[in-house]
């Protein structure tokens, strides 16, 4: 595809070359007819014998627009509605251990490559995907062919809904104004944090949308203009006006994330620039290297900008002419570039855009490199135009402090303000490269503690304890109890994210019972059953089944197809959250994968999960199937929930923790299905996601890169979106909710994203001094789950009371990984926690030592053999350390009675209750029905996540009252 690319070549000869020679021929191209084109042998034209060299000023006739306007509410849309239903009952038995023991693998994916990004695969998904071509959003504003097409990044917009939302290159925005203003062209926009507008309460802080200070547009473009993009990748796309549907654009613009210009390509059409902010002067100042023209423009906001024209088949300045205060217009039939760029820095800011103009970036690639737990990535850029000088172009903050030595030099003093990621800073260079020295390679499946637990810590060092052996008798006696509910009702849903997380957490459940507990009887018979849930996904047969979009290029729900909502399990069908749904599912993989290495080779399972892999997070370009890196923004450093629905403020993400969670996942699936280049893009995605969770979504009050008075307030961002920072969710503004939303869910990565002295921040602000005990349902069980990482004492004393009420676990979350995190997170000491005294009065004021004692081992129990406890006790002798080894007990309030000191007994009869088959050989089959899934009172989980198709408006559900104890 060609777009400008002949354009370019014949501007950079041009301007190489000096002013173009009448004997100057050019060979006719074969070109995409969506495309800027140039007729064969292009000569000059026209010269431009007067300049206007004088100062142009306008008198502003009618009221400017200095204001915009706000989105104050949500989008309503395939958001959350209720991130932790369902919860569970408690089944009336354990789970029976079978006669069997696992032998978990021993991880180790081998040597990264030296670029990570290599291709995971190529060929066309696994035959249980069906494939469907009528995708409920169309594609019909996207010139590109049937090839695969980013739907989560920054350009959206241009092609979604009206065309009209903006898009945010960063630091700059655009959108097509579409008749606003009287105007068809693309408005260019950049807002200082001066004219942020703010709610009274400082909830949120947004920029006004609806401002144009420069419009580059063309006469020729009225009313009937059409937008279409070309040229999408995860970086970058084109975006094209034509005067009418069908005929060919005559100004293009070349959108990059970064882009220190917005440039404007025209082709034999009126250059018109626009401004409802008002123009107050034109000033042209001077010619640049032989055929650039530079102008200043004043704005009646008293903002200065810069035009830069540069001009292909004439010779001379092409003349603007100042018509009045919303009208600058160009020369007839112009062939060349416009480009304009705000100048917040007068003389220095001037001398940068000079030394840079005529010269911009037309895409972005990504490479990488592991070592060890030593990383880096390099953005490069390719560019047009005078290829001999290097692009403008600005980096985040994230960026800024991890650039490597050579990036640093590239370093300018220009700086501007972008809306939720603080002050960009300006380069000049063809590639940034950024360096990650802490990558966490040292985390695996059990829970992890770091060396040093503070926001600045530069360490990936910590430890892997063993499970302290006054935490084994409870941890084993919650796992048979939490292993014989039925996975089935928890995890054959309807919804791909709730069903994920059913699966993930008694993945969780199993694989503590084997390597921390080790009771890895138990543990084989909870993966008979774990395989079995499993297993209906691998073939497709869960209520809304998975197909493949080849409108798109992904794997989707059925569920829009079937019932019409968009908004249906967040809007999995539009390609919402998908990071946050296959997450869960990775992880599952992985731990059985791990526990049973002979399942990555049975059947399609590792092809299905590498599916998914490929839908989410893809490391190649030139998969035919699957867009590259759909979730994840490598410019950004996070990835966006936000599929295809227009947003008037851009992307957004809610979840940073599920966020971490699913490259957490990534790390995981590639360490146990051998992809060193998986596990290393995990790593690094994590060591990246650190670093700007602490810049944008993890507030401590020493944050400077949000606005301060939003830091003085609120610990958390919230909502993030590229136009504003919400401090709420889609389902409620509570603080367990809002700050919760980022902590969900809890596992080995968490102490590495959440550093303790965050975590000690939000307590004390929002949950300290009983306050966490005022909470109800599942979200009070993150609350203490969260606090392991600061009083891990507290935390396990909560989670081991006797009578636990089970309806204050997140249908996600498991009792037993609870247990092992809070009691690992505690350390060895040998001491039991006194339950007591610690639960209802959880200040954390001084918080634990986690570290202190802990016994370091790797995977303990993996084989099942007996091990020995920090106190010289063999795990299995701790075990019966009460004398009691009955199964622990429920009444019907579904409380999990005397937890602590309870285990579950291989021999004990009780276990095949009523309700309950088992066999002969003692295996228990995953599609048995548990003795607690009868009739009284509960519904079925299918049922309970349908969802009305004749309604979009998902966002305002109470999670509480979606969890009480007798939900399914």
């Known amino acids: 595809m060609t777009k400008l690319s ?29 495309a800027i084109t140039l007729s064969s042998g292009l000569d000059i034209t026209t010269s431009y014998s007067s300049t206007l060299q004088t100062l142009q000023t306008a008198t502003v006739t009618a009221s400017p627009s200095l204001t915009g306007t706000v989105v104050a509410t949500l989008p309503s849309n395939g958001m959350t509605q209720d991130p932790l239903a369902p919860s569970v009952t408690q089944p009336l038995s354990s789970l029976a251990p079978i006669e069997s023991t696992l032998a978990p693998a021993s991880t180790g994916s081998g040597q990264a490559a030296a670029n990570i990004f290599v291709p995971l695969a190529a060929d066309k998904p696994p035959s249980q995907f069906t494939s469907r071509s009528d995708h409920p959003v169309k594609k019909d504003k996207i010139v590109d062919g049937d090839v695969p097409l980013s739907t989560n990044k920054f350009c959206s917009n241009l092609f979604l809904g009206t065309q009209q939302s903006s898009v945010w290159a960063q630091p700059y925005s655009l959108n097509w104004a579409k008749g606003t203003g009287n105007t068809w062209g693309m408005v260019v926009n950049h807002i200082n944090q001066s004219q942020l507008s703010w709610a009274p309460d400082t909830q949120f802080f947004a920029a006004p949308i609806g401002l144009q200070p420069i419009v580059l547009s063309a006469a020729e473009l009225r009313s009937s203009t059409s937008l279409s993009v070309e040229s999408l990748t995860a970086f970058s796309a084109y975006a094209n006006l034509a005067p009418s549907a069908g005929a060919g654009p005559i100004l293009s613009l070349p959108l990059v994330q970064g882009m220190g210009f917005a440039t404007a390509l025209y082709n034999g059409a009126t250059p018109e620039l626009n401004s409802g902010t008002a123009f107050s002067s034109l000033d042209y100042i001077e010619q640049l290297n032989g055929n650039i023209y530079k102008y200043r423009i004043a704005l009646n906001d008293t903002a200065h900008w810069l035009l830069y024209a540069t001009p292909v088949a004439s010779l001379g300045a092409p003349p603007f002419k100042l018509v009045n205060s919303s009208l600058i217009q160009g020369p007839s039939d112009y062939i060349g570039m416009i480009q304009v760029a705000k100048n917040p820095s007068n003389t220095t800011g001037e001398a940068i855009h000079d030394s840079t103009a005529g010269v911009y970036a037309v895409n972005a690639t990504i490479t990488a490199s592991v070592s060890g737990n030593q990383g880096s990535y390099t953005l490069s850029w390719a560019k047009a135009g005078i290829k001999e000088r290097k692009p403008l172009m600005f980096a985040l903050p994230h960026q800024v402090e991890s650039f490597d030595d050579t990036t640093k030099a590239a370093m300018t003093d220009l700086s501007l303000n972008t809306i939720s990621k603080g ?25 992890w503690v770091p060396s040093s637990n503070t926001a600045d810590d530069t360490s990936d060092s910590g430890l892997s304890p063993a499970l302290p052996n006054f935490a084994v008798s409870a941890v084993n006696s919650a796992g048979a109890l939490e292993l014989g509910q039925d ?56 209520p809304l089944p998975l197909v493949y979009d080849s409108v798109w290029k992904g794997v989707v729900s059925s569920g829009t197809y079937q019932l019409g909502n968009t908004g249906l399990d967040f809007g999995n069908t539009l390609y919402n959250d998908h990071h946050f749904h296959y997450g869960y599912f990775l992880y599952t993989a992985a731990v059985i994968g791990y526990l049973d290495p002979s399942w990555l080779t049975q059947g399609t399972n590792k092809l299905w999960v590498n599916t998914l892999v490929r839908d989410f997070a893809n490391p190649s370009t030139t998969d035919p199937y699957f867009p590259f890196q759909r979730s994840f923004d490598w410019y950004n450093g996070h990835s966006w929930a936000k599929g295809l629905f227009d947003s008037g403020d851009g992307k957004d993400q809610e979840s940073s923790s599920e966020d971490t969670f699913s490259s957490y996942a990534l790390k995981m ?7 060193a280049n998986m596990e290393a893009r995990g790593n690094l995605q994590l060591a990246v996601l650190k670093r700007t969770l602490r810049n944008y979504f993890l507030l401590s009050k020493d944050n400077t890169v949000q606005p301060q008075r939003f830091v003085d307030k609120h610990r958390v961002s919230g909502i993030l979106f590229e136009n504003k920072i919400d401090h709420s969710t889609y389902f409620g503004n509570e603080a367990q909710y809002v700050e919760g939303i980022h902590m969900i869910p809890l596992n080995p990565s968490t102490p590495y994203t959440r550093p303790a002295s965050f975590v000690q921040e939000e307590w004390d602000q929002y949950f300290s001094g009983g306050r966490a005990d005022n909470v109800t349902g599942g979200w009070k069980g993150i609350l203490y789950a969260n606090l392991a990482s600061i009083d891990p004492a507290t935390s396990y004393a909560f989670f081991s009371q006797p009578g636990f009420d089970i309806s204050m676990l997140d249908g996600g979350a498991s009792l037993t990984w609870y247990l092992a995190y809070s009691a690992v997170l505690q350390g060895g000491s040998g001491k039991e926690a006194n339950a007591t005294e610690a639960v209802g009065n959880a200040d954390a004021g001084s918080g634990s030592d986690a570290g202190s004692g802990a016994t370091t081992q790797e995977d303990v129990a993996q ?34 009675s005397d937890v602590e000191g309870r285990s579950s007994d291989s021999d004990d009869d009780d276990n095949e209750q009523s309700g309950w088959d088992t066999d002969n ?15 009284e009172g509960e519904a079925s989980d299918t049922e309970d996540q349908s969802a009305d198709p004749t309604s979009t408006d998902t966002g305002d559900q109470d999670p509480v009252e979606q969890t009480d104890e007798n939900a399914s």
């Open 669 to 675: 699936w590639g360490r146990v299905s051998g992809d």
């Open 487 to 542: 996975f089935n009702k928890q995890t054959r849903l309807d919804s791909m994210y709730y069903s994920g997380k059913g699966l993930a957490k008694f993945a969780g459940v199993i694989y503590t019972l084997q390597s921390l507990s080790s009771n890895t009887e138990l543990a084989a018979a909870g993966l008979v059953k774990l395989k079995d849930a499993f297993n209906v996904f691998v073939n497709n047969t869960q």
């Open 921 to 935: 050989d003692g295996t228990t089959t995953g599609t048995e029905k548990d003795a607690g899934s009868g009739d």
């Open 423 to 447: 002050l960009a800073k300006a380069v000049i260079a063809d590639s940034i490269t950024m360096l990650e020295t802490s990558l966490p390679t040292e985390i695996g499946f059990g829970p």
């Open 863 to 896: 084989t099942g053999d007996q091990t020995q406890a920090d106190d010289g006790t063999s795990e299995e002798g701790q075990q019966q350390q009460d004398g009691d080894s009955s199964d622990p007990s429920t009444d019907n309030k579904g409380e999990l």
């Open 6 to 34: 002949l354009f370019l070549a014949l501007a950079q000869a041009v301007i190489i070359q000096g002013l173009p020679a009448q004997h100057v021929k050019r060979a006719s191209r074969g070109i995409d007819e969506r």
